[in-house]
C-alpha cells in the first residue's frame, strides 16, 4: 500500500497564478548518458494576486544544478526541494530566474517530459510533462514566448527541432551543432516541443487564403520515406477545411510533423511542431487498413485544427479540457463526413459512444465533461471529455443552425485569441452571437451519466392525431446522486406506409428549413413532455434520434416489425442502422432465454429475411450495409447485460448461434456481395472503395462462418492480395475460423513477409490476441517472449494485451480468473515504467460490478491485489481505488 493518500485536485479551488512567465529561454544540451537544460524565466508578479512574494516551481526527477535571481545565486535556506517542486522563499515584482538542471531521458520510460524514442530524443509535455524538464508554472494559464538552443551531436542528431521559427544555425568545433528556435506565439508550457534525430523529410507547401506560403514537412526514419505521402495530402486538405468551413487561417510559416515510436496516445498538437504516434501519420496501401488510412486523415486534421481551437485559444486549467477537445473532435468529425461517407462516420462515433463511452458514464470513473475533481489528469483523457464533449458542441450547432453556429465559433476565436479560457466562455460566446439561451444546456459540462429518453405514443385515428409522451432521467454517478433535467435535442421523423410523412406540430408553424418537412428536432427539457402531431393520416413508425442527435440512451418498444420497417425504409440512414441493431439485439436476447431453457436457438426468420434482403439490395452504400450486418460486440452487449450481472459464456454462445444462422440463411447472398464487392481499380482510400472492402470482407467472414469449405476463398485471397486491408481480413477470417494448421501456416507466412515492418507486425499481434479457443491466454503469454514484442511500447501493449482484454471476451473472463490475473501482471510491470498506459489498461477490470459475482469477485481480486502493490503509481492508485469504492 502507498504510505500517503494522493490527494485530489478541486476546479472550485481555482486560483489565478501569482507570478507569469513572459518570455521562456531554455537552452538543452543533449548527451547519451544526460541532458542539461538551462532555463531563463522572464518573470512578473500577477498585479491581481492576493498570494505572498513566494514562488512555487512545479518540477519532478530533476536535479538542480543552479539557481539565481536577476544573476544572483541562492543561498541554500532562500529555496526548498520537494518530489513536487522547487519553492523559492521570496523573490521580487519582476526578476529574471535562470534554473540549470541535468535529466536523464535516455532512462525515461514513462514517455512524459523529454525521452528517447530509437535513437531520437523526443517530447511530451501536456499535461504536466514540462515539469520532468525543468522547474516551471506548468499549468496552461501561465503563457509564454519561447526561444530554445538546442545542442547536440552532428552526426547522430542532424535534425534539431523546437516550435517556431529557426532563427540560428551554428556548428561547433566538437563534432556538435546549434540550433536556435524562437516561437512568437505566446503558449503554456504543454504546447512546447524539442526533437532531435537522424530524420528525413517530405516537404509541400500551402498557400493560406490570406497569401502566405506555408512549408509543411513530415520528418520520419529514413526507411519511412514512402509512407508519408497520405498525411501530407490530408494536412493540406484540413487546412483548406478549416478555411472554407471556420474561416481559420495557419499562422506561421512552417508547419512540422514528426512521426515516433514510443507514445502514449496518437498525437500532440505542439505549436507548429505536431508529435505523432508513428501508427497515426505513416501509411501505405501494403502496410496499412482503410481503417489505418482514415485514423491518419482524421489525427492529422485534429491535431492541425488544435492550432486554433487549443493554441490560439487555449484552456484555463485542466478541468476545462474539453473546451479544446470535445471542440476539436466535433471539428475533425465533420471534417472526415466531409471527407467521406457522413452516415458511416456517425455509426462509427455513434458506435464508440454506446459501447465504451455510455459504459465509462456508468461505471466508477464517471465524471462529467468538465471534471470537479482529479487526482491524475492523465486518468481524464476520456472517451467522456473527447467523445461527449464533441457531443455536446454538436448539439449545440444543433440547436443553434449551422450559421449562428459559425458566428458564434468567429466571436470565441475573436474574443479569447491568445488567452487561457474555459468551458463556460465558449458556450457564452455561441449564446451572445445566437441569442439563443444555454442555461440549461450548460448541465452537459457538469452533470455526469447518460440520460435515458423514454418515449411512448398514442394515435388517435379518428382525429387522426399521433401523441408522443417523452420522459428523460439520469442515474445517479458518483458525487452526483440527484440529476436536474437537460436540454436535449431529439431529431426525429414519422415513418409511414409509403414513406416519411410530412410533420405538423400541433401549434407551431411548419418547419421552413427542410423542405420536405419530414424531420424536427424536439426540444426536450422537462422530466415529461407530450408532442402532439396533427393530420397524421396512419398509425406511423416513429423514427427517432436520428443522426444520433443527442448522447442518450433512448427506449422506446418497437416491434420487430416496425424495426424491419425503419431498417428498410427510413429517410435516416442513422436510424436505419440503428433499427438493424436494435432488431439484433431483440433477437439475441431471444436466443439467450432460449439458451437459458435449454433449448435449441431457433432464430426469427423476420430477421434473417430482411438481412438477406438488405444484402441483395445493391442499390444502397455497400458501408452501411456492412455496418447494419455487423453484429454488437460481445463486450457491448456485457454492458448491456451489466443490471442483470452479464453471462459471458450465454453471451457468447447466443451471438455465436445468431452469426452461424446468419449465415447460412444468407449464404448465397453472402456469396454474390463478395463477387460483386471486388474493387479491379488499384488501391485508394476513397470511400467507394473502403465501401466496397467492407462489404466484401465481411461477406467473407459470414461465408467461413456458414461452412468450413469456404476457408478456401480466404485463403486464395490472402494469397492475391495487393493491399493490407484484404490480406488482413483474411488472416483474420483463416485464424479465427480454418483449423489449427491453416491458420498457423497462415500466420508464419505473414510474419515471414512483414517482420521488418513494427507497424504490420503490431497488427498481427492485434490479430492473435482475439483469436478463439481455450489457448488464447498462452498465446498471448508466449507472444509477450516474442522478439516482435516490446514492453515499452505502447503500441505493442495495446495490440496484445489491450486487445485481448478488449476483443477476446469469453478467454479474458475465463473461470479460472487467469485472464485477470494476467492483466494485472502486466499493469504491475508498467506500473512504476509507464504508469499512464500500466492506469489505462486497467479499464476492463473496474467493469467487475458488471458481471455474474463468480467472475466479478475473480475481477476485484485483482484490483486489490494492485491496491496492495508498494509503489503504487497516483495513475494506477485513483482508478484502482475508485474502482473498488
Ligand atoms: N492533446 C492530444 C492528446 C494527448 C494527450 C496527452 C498526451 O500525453 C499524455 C499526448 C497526447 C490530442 O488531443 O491529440
Ligand atoms: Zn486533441
Redesign the pocket.
Known amino acids: 500500500m502507498r504510505d500517503a493518500q494522493p490527494r485530489a485536485t478541486f476546479l472550485q479551488e481555482y486560483q489565478p497564478p501569482a507570478y507569469f512567465i513572459e518570455r521562456t529561454e531554455l537552452a538543452f544540451d543533449l548527451y547519451e548518458d544526460y541532458t542539461t537544460v538551462l532555463a531563463n524565466l522572464h518573470c512578473l508578479r500577477n498585479a491581481d494576486s492576493t498570494a505572498d512574494n513566494s514562488l512555487f516551481l512545479h518540477g519532478e526527477e530533476l536535479e538542480l544544478q543552479s539557481l539565481a535571481i536577476d544573476g544572483r545565486p541562492l543561498a541554500e535556506d532562500e529555496y526548498q526541494i520537494s518530489d513536487k517542486g522547487l519553492l523559492i522563499h521570496r523573490v521580487p515584482e519582476q526578476f529574471e530566474l535562470s534554473i540549470g538542471t541535468r535529466i536523464l531521458p535516455q532512462d525515461n520510460a514513462s ?2 517530459g523529454l525521452y528517447k524514442s530509437n535513437k531520437m530524443f523526443c517530447t ?1 509535455c ?2 504536466e ?1 514540462f515539469r520532468k524538464i525543468t522547474y516551471y508554472l506548468d499549468r496552461p494559464d501561465v503563457m509564454s514566448e519561447f526561444t530554445v538552443t538546442i545542442e547536440a551531436e552532428q552526426a547522430r542528431y542532424p535534425v534539431l527541432l523546437s516550435n517556431g521559427n529557426a532563427i540560428h544555425e551554428e556548428s561547433l568545433a566538437n563534432g556538435r551543432h546549434r540550433v536556435r528556435w524562437h516561437d512568437p506565439h505566446p503558449k503554456p508550457s504543454y504546447l512546447f516541443a524539442l526533437v532531435a534525430g537522424d530524420l528525413h523529410y517530405i516537404e509541400d507547401h500551402f498557400h493560406t487564403m490570406g497569401g502566405r506560403e506555408v512549408c509543411l514537412r513530415i520528418f520520419v526514419e529514413a526507411k519511412d520515406l514512402g509512407k508519408c505521402q497520405h498525411a501530407m495530402d490530408s494536412l493540406k486538405k484540413s487546412m483548406r477545411w478549416d478555411e472554407e468551413v471556420y474561416g481559420r487561417e495557419y499562422d506561421l510559416d512552417i508547419f512540422n510533423i514528426v512521426a515516433v515510436d514510443d ?7 505542439n505549436k507548429s511542431l505536431n508529435i505523432f504516434n508513428s501508427s497515426c501519420v505513416l501509411c501505405s496501401p501494403e502496410t496499412t487498413t482503410d481503417a489505418g488510412f482514415q485514423t491518419v486523415e482524421a ?1 492529422v486534421a ?2 492541425y485544427f ?1 492550432n486554433w481551437s ?1 493554441n490560439r485559444v487555449t484552456c484555463r486549467d485542466w478541468f476545462q479540457l474539453s473546451l ?2 470535445g471542440f ?1 473532435v466535433f471539428r475533425d468529425a465533420e471534417f472526415s463526413a466531409d471527407m467521406g461517407s457522413r452516415t458511416v462516420k456517425r455509426v462509427a462515433d455513434a458506435t464508440v459512444l454506446r459501447s465504451h463511452q455510455f459504459a465509462e458514464d456508468a461505471g466508477p470513473m464517471a465524471h462529467p465533461v468538465r471534471p470537479e475533481s482529479f487526482i491524475e489528469i ?1 486518468n481524464f ?1 476520456t472517451l467522456t471529455v ?1 467523445e461527449k464533449g464533441a457531443e455536446v458542441v454538436r448539439m449545440i450547432h444543433t440547436l443553434l443552425g449551422a450559421e449562428a453556429f459559425r458566428r458564434g465559433s468567429d466571436l470565441y476565436f475573436e474574443r479569447h485569441d491568445g488567452q487561457a479560457v474555459t468551458c463556460e466562455d465558449f458556450v457564452r460566446a455561441m449564446e451572445d452571437a445566437s441569442g439563443v439561451d444555454l442555461t440549461q444546456f450548460r448541465r452537459w459540462y457538469s452533470q455526469a451519466g447518460t440520460p435515458l429518453v423514454t418515449v411512448r405514443d398514442d394515435y388517435d385515428a379518428e382525429a387522426e392525431r399521433y401523441t408522443l409522451t417523452v420522459t428523460q432521467s439520469c442515474p445517479p454517478t458518483p458525487g452526483q446522486p440527484h440529476k436536474e433535467p437537460m436540454l436535449i435535442p431529439l431529431a426525429m421523423g414519422l415513418l409511414g406506409e409509403a414513406g416519411n410523412l410530412p410533420l405538423k406540430l400541433a401549434g407551431q408553424a411548419p418547419d421552413a428549413e427542410t423542405a420536405d418537412n419530414t424531420s424536427t428536432v424536439l426540444l426536450l427539457s422537462e422530466p415529461e413532455q407530450h408532442f402532439v402531431f396533427e393530420q397524421v393520416r396512419e398509425r406511423p413508425v416513429p423514427s427517432l434520434l436520428r443522426g444520433f442527435s443527442a448522447p442518450v440512451r433512448l427506449d422506446y418498444n418497437y416491434s420487430r416489425a416496425e424495426l424491419c420497417a425503419l431498417m428498410s425504409r427510413d429517410d435516416d440512414g442513422f436510424v436505419r442502422w440503428d433499427a438493424a441493431q436494435q432488431l439484433a439485439l431483440s433477437v439475441l436476447d431471444e436466443i439467450q432465454q432460449q439458451l437459458t431453457d435449454g433449448q435449441e436457438p431457433s432464430v426469427d426468420p423476420l430477421y434473417l429475411d430482411a438481412c438477406a434482403s438488405l444484402l441483395a439490395d445493391t442499390s444502397l452504400d455497400p458501408a452501411l450495409v456492412a455496418e447494419m450486418l455487423r453484429l454488437p460486440t460481445e463486450s457491448y452487449l456485457a454492458e448491456l447485460a451489466a443490471a442483470e450481472g452479464a453471462d459471458v459464456e450465454l453471451i457468447h454462445r447466443a451471438r455465436e448461434a445468431l452469426e452461424t444462422a446468419l449465415a447460412q440463411h444468407a449464404e448465397s447472398q453472402w456469396l454474390d456481395a463478395y463477387r460483386r464487392s471486388v474493387v479491379n481499380a488499384p488501391y485508394a482510400p476513397v470511400a467507394e472503395q473502403i465501401a466496397a472492402r467492407s462489404l466484401r470482407n465481411l461477406s467473407l467472414y459470414y461465408l467461413a462462418c456458414a461452412k468450413a469449405q469456404h476457408i478456401g476463398l480466404a485463403q486464395a485471397q490472402y494469397a492475391a492480395a495487393t493491399n493490407m486491408t484484404d490480406r488482413l481480413a483474411a488472416l483474420r477470417v483463416i485464424s479465427q475460423r480454418g483449423t489449427q494448421q491453416q491458420s498457423d501456416e497462415a500466420l508464419d507466412s505473414f510474419y515471414r513477409d512483414w517482420q521488418h515492418d513494427s507497424l504490420v507486425i503490431n497488427q498481427w499481434l492485434q490479430l492473435q490476441s482475439a483469436m478463439p479457443g481455450e489457448g488464447a491466454l498462452a498465446r498471448v503469454r508466449s507472444l509477450m517472449d516474442h522478439e516482435a514484442f516490446d514492453l515499452r511500447n505502447p503500441n505493442k501493449v495495446r495490440a496484445l494485451v489491450a486487445g485481448f482484454s478488449n476483443n477476446n471476451s469469453l478467454q479474458f473472463h475465463r473461470p479460472d480468473g487467469a485472464g485477470y490475473a494476467f492483466l494485472a501482471e502486466v499493469i504491475e510491470q508498467l506500473n512504476t515504467r509507464n504508469p ?1 498506459i500500466a492506469s489505462r489498461l486497467l479499464n476492463p477490470l473496474t467493469r467487475w460490478r458488471n458481471y455474474r459475482p463468480d467472475r466479478g469477485e475473480l475481477m476485484k481480486a485483482q484490483l486489490e491485489r494492485l491496491a496492495a502493490l508498494p509503489d503504487l503509481s497516483v495513475d494506477v492508485y485513483e482508478v484502482v481505488s475508485k474502482s473498488l469504492q
Open positions: 514517455l512524459e511530451q501536456e499535461a510533462g507514445f502514449n496516445m496518437g498525437a500532440m498538437e489525427i485534429h491535431e488544435h487549443g479544446k477537445e476539436t492523465s483523457y473527447y499512464q
